[in-house]
């Protein structure tokens, strides 16, 4: 079973691999050749002419929100990979708070069950505290060995500095990061960034400081006790500048950041729709054009959605009692190489680092390689293709985006993973099945 991707631009930066106008032939999922066609490469094939087009290694979304088990109203496990491929990723990780919480084996099995066909690998990120209450710790060693690839209390801060310390010191064992969502809980009332625009709507403010706060928590223990931190969707211009810092010092912090945070800003709360509302808010231009500068030297390593679907009948209330989140894994790529690569803020090679490469590294994955005989992990995309978000037209269950209607270029237009291929909206088996 023969597979020809022809006339593509073949780029892995972590392999230093850079083809331009070649192809690539996969022999039952697998590598078999990377260069020019010869008349029997051809013989008995399947092509598939993806002229212009990057191939790189899979995308990877390190912060998703797949719902099941619990809400799978809102999106479940297939769902949600069914959306991370038409976004072009091949693989993300979900977020622990579901219903059951992952904090348990038992979901962590769970999760595996339900994706284990799928072309979209799916990691868990366990819960750091039982029910993530904060209050007690759940079991890291038996998560870690279940498969878990870091833990997190995520929606909230892990509550108390004793407990984020314990936190880090069994998470070090296992040489897994503990992802914090930064916020100080004192301060996390609002509805919508502190500002201007929040005094204007009459909208309960949620001040920056709060981020930052926890920012710099963070970041001194992990100096202190010798373990990695990775700091979720950052939004403020001094949380960026106090992760600079950090690792300027060689302590074991790393960051990332939503689409949402360098696309938008507070103003777009002003016509009080709620999928503007999101937790970090929305901040101001000065923490959007900081974000970009942290993209472009490396303080901030990775792009992830924080995809957070919603039922519309929560999402339409008044804007301080609705949920924060919108979906992302659609549109992540799109924003990403239209504002980032076509403004110069990024080159492609860099926008692979973000999206697949260092992701992967921060939760201790193994990164696609090019190389004969290696399973095909691919993303193919292409950075002029032109095109309008429409929600409707979203594989997630939910439809919740501030983006439907925006007009983008570049997009994915493929993805290759274990054995199956989705290309135009088709599912399509790479395997001999004879």
């Known amino acids: 079973m023969k597979t020809i991707l022809k006339n593509v631009n073949v780029i892995n930066p972590a392999e230093k691999v850079n083809l331009r106008g070649t192809n690539i032939i996969l022999n039952n999922g697998l590598i078999e050749k990377i260069g020019e066609l010869k008349f029997e490469d051809t013989s008995n094939a399947e092509e598939f002419d993806f002229s212009g087009c990057y191939v790189a290694p899979g995308f990877f979304d390190m912060h998703v929100h797949l719902r099941e088990p619990g809400r799978e109203d809102e999106e479940t496990v297939v769902t949600g990979c069914n959306s991370a491929a038409s976004g072009g990723f091949t693989g993300v990780a979900c977020m622990p708070n579901t219903e059951p919480t992952i904090d348990s084996a038992e979901v962590v099995n769970f999760i595996k069950k339900q994706a284990k066909d799928h072309l979209v690998d799916v990691h868990s990120v366990a819960a750091a505290t039982i029910g993530r209450k904060g209050d007690q710790l759940s079991p890291m060693a038996e998560l870690a060995e279940a498969g878990a690839v870091a833990f997190s209390d995520d929606g909230a801060a892990i509550k108390t500095a ?82 600079r810092e950090a690792k300027k010092k060689g302590i074991q912090v790393t960051a990332e950041v939503t689409p949402h945070h360098f696309t938008l800003t507070d103003d777009a709360v002003k016509s009080y729709d709620t999928n503007a509302k999101m937790s970090p808010p929305l901040r101001t231009h000065e923490d959007v054009d900081a974000i970009i500068e942290g993209l472009a030297d490396g303080t ?5 959605s924080d995809h957070a679907p919603h039922s519309p009948e929560e999402k339409e209330a008044e804007f301080q009692f609705a949920p924060n989140g919108i979906v992302g894994l659609e549109t992540a790529v799109g924003l990403s190489v239209s504002e980032l690569v076509h403004k110069k803020k990024l080159t492609v090679e860099d926008l692979i680092f973000k999206l697949s490469i260092n992701p992967r590294k921060i939760l201790s994955l193994p990164l696609p390689e090019f190389k004969v005989g290696e399973e095909a992990n691919f993303t193919i995309f292409d950075i002029n293709k032109i095109w309008t978000v429409d929600i409707t037209k979203f594989k997630s269950k939910s439809k919740n985006s501030p983006f439907d209607r925006r007009l983008l270029t570049g997009n994915s237009v493929a993805v290759i993973n274990k054995g199956k291929m989705f290309n135009n909206n088709k599912w399509i088996s790479l395997l001999n099945t004879d």
């Open 300 to 304: 901030i390593d990775c792009i992830a």
């Open 162 to 243: 004793s407990i984020l310390k314990r936190v880090i010191e069994y998470s070090s064992i296992y040489k897994l990061p503990v992802i914090e969502h930064c916020e100080d809980e004192s301060l996390s009332n609002g509805a919508m960034n502190e500002g201007l625009n929040s005094t204007f709507l009459g909208l309960p403010p949620l001040p920056s400081v709060s981020e930052d706060l926890i920012v710099i928590r963070d970041i001194q223990m992990a100096e202190y006790v010798g373990g990695k931190v990775h700091i979720a969707h950052i939004s403020t211009k001094n949380a960026v500048a106090l992760v």
